[in-house]
C-alpha cells in the first residue's frame, strides 16, 4: 500500500480508546557475588506517555531490550507498573484487580512472537480457537462455538475443515494465522502484536501483515504493533513511536517519520534499514551512531541517547528532554529538535 492511501485515523478524533500516562516498570535485580550482593532497579519502561485511536495502528519500534514487551506486558496487566496509569476507554486498568483484569482480556488480546511455542500441542486448532470462548462464555453451546470457530478459520485464510488437526501439521504462518483466529474469537477492540512475523520467512511476513491490515479495516480494531524492524512497521502503522533505554525517542506519522526523523536515534534506524539489493546491501551505511545501547541497569543521565547521539551538546547530559509535542503535532524527545535537520536522502531500492 503505497504511504498516502492510508486513511486518517489518529489524533483529531474526539477521545483515544487507550491513554498511557507516565508509565513505569522497573524490576529489581540482584547483582554481585556470594558473600555481598545488591538490589538494582532496572528500568524497562521508564515513563512512557502515548494515545491510541479506535482503528488506528501505532508501531513500536527499537532495538532489542529497549523495553517493548515489557510495555506490551504492563498493558495487559501481567505485570504491575511502578507509576503510571492506563486508561483502556478511560477507565484505569492499573487499579483494577486480577478478576476485573480478567474480564477486560475480552477486549483486549494479544498476539505473541513465535507462533508454534504459543499454541498448546496437544489441543486441536478448533480447541485452541475455541478456548477463550469457554472461559469467557462456559454456557455456550458447543454448536454455537463450532460455528464461530469455523468462521475464524476462514476469516483468516485457513481451511475450515482442517479444525481436528494439530499445531504441528501446520506451516509457521499458518500457526499465525490460528493465534490471530484465537485473539480475534471473542470480538477485541484492541489488539496488541508483539513482534507478530519476526519468526517469520520474509515472503510470509508479508502475507501476514497484509492479513492484519484487512482484518483491522474490517473490525475497525486499534492495533499497537511492535517490531524491531522499520520497514514491516511502516507498511502497518498509521503513526509510529521509537523507543530508546525504556522511553518514547518520538511519536510521528509513519509517513513524516520516515520522511523527516525528528530525533537523532528515529533517523539512524531509518538509514540502517536494509536495502534488498546484494550490490547496494554490501556498501556501509553511516548511521550517525557510535557504541552500542548503554545497559538499562545504569541508563546515562540527562537525555539516554546522548552517549551515541552526533549531535550531543553539554545540555544533553545535565537535563532529560521531555517528550513534547511540536506545532504540527508530532512528539520528539529532544532539546534540539527544531535545529536539526534530518531529513532523509533515498536510497535507491531501500524498502522504506
Ligand atoms: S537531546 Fe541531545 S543527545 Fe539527546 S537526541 Fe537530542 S541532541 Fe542528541
Known amino acids: 500500500m ?5 486513511r486518517r485515523v489518529g489524533p483529531g478524533q474526539a477521545k483515544p480508546v487507550l491513554k498511557v500516562q507516565d508509565l513505569a516498570v522497573h524490576y529489581q535485580l540482584e547483582q554481585g557475588g556470594l558473600l555481598r550482593s545488591e538490589t538494582v532497579p532496572l528500568r524497562a519502561v521508564d515513563g512512557m506517555s502515548f494515545e491510541l485511536y479506535r482503528g488506528e495502528t501505532l508501531g513500536v519500534v527499537g532495538e532489542s531490550g529497549c523495553g517493548k514487551s515489557t510495555l506490551a506486558r504492563a498493558l495487559l496487566g501481567l505485570v504491575r507498573p511502578r507509576r503510571g496509569r492506563v486508561l483502556w476507554l478511560g477507565q484505569d486498568l492499573t487499579q483494577l484487580d486480577e478478576k476485573a483484569l480478567r474480564k477486560k482480556r475480552k477486549e483486549i488480546q494479544i498476539i505473541f512472537q513465535d507462533p508454534l511455542a504459543s499454541l498448546n500441542p496437544r489441543m486441536t486448532v478448533g480447541d485452541i480457537i475455541a ?5 469467557f462464555y462456559p454456557k455456550i453451546a458447543r454448536v454455537q462455538v463450532e460455528e464461530r470457530v469455523r468462521g475464524m478459520m476462514k476469516m483468516v485464510g485457513l481451511l475450515p475443515n482442517q479444525i481436528n488437526r494439530y499445531p504441528h501439521e501446520f506451516s509457521g504462518g499458518q500457526c499465525q494465522r490460528i493465534g490471530i483466529a484465537r485473539a480475534l474469537v471473542l470480538n477485541p477492540q484492541l489488539i496488541i502484536c508483539d513482534e507478530p512475523v519476526s519468526a517469520l520467512d520474509v515472503s510470509i511476513q508479508a502475507q501476514i501483515i497484509n492479513l492484519l491490515r484487512d482484518l483491522q479495516r ?3 480494531l486499534s492495533l499497537l504493533f511492535i517490531a524491531h524492524d522499520l520497514a514491516v512497521v511502516r507498511h502497518i502503522s498509521d503513526r509510529v513511536m521509537v523507543m530508546y533505554l525504556g522511553r518514547a525517542m518520538e511519536v510521528a506519522s509513519a509517513d513524516a517519520l520516515y520522511r523527516r526523523p525528528l530525533h537523532p536515534y528515529t533517523s539512524a534506524l531509518v538509514k540502517a534499514v536494509p536495502i534488498p539489493d546484494p ?5 556501509p551505511v553511516d548511521t550517525g551512531l557510535t557504541g552500542d545501547m548503554p ?13 551515541r547521539c552526533p549531535y550531543a551538546v553539554k545540555r544533553c547530559q545535565l537535563e532529560v528532554p521531555p517528550l513534547r509535542r511540536l506545532e504540527h503535532g508530532d512528539w520528539v524527545a529532544c532539546h534540539r529538535a527544531e535545529e536539526l535537520d534530518l531529513t532523509i536522502v533515498k536510497r535507491p531500492s531501500s524498502t522504506v
Open 218 to 220: 474490517k473490525l475497525r
Open 279 to 283: 550490490a547496494l546491501a554490501r556498501q
Open 131 to 135: 478456548e477463550p470462548l469457554w472461559t
Open 295 to 307: 545497559s538499562p541497569l545504569n541508563p546515562p543521565a540527562g537525555c539516554v541517547f546522548h552517549t
Open 2 to 6: 503505497s504511504a498516502n492511501m492510508k
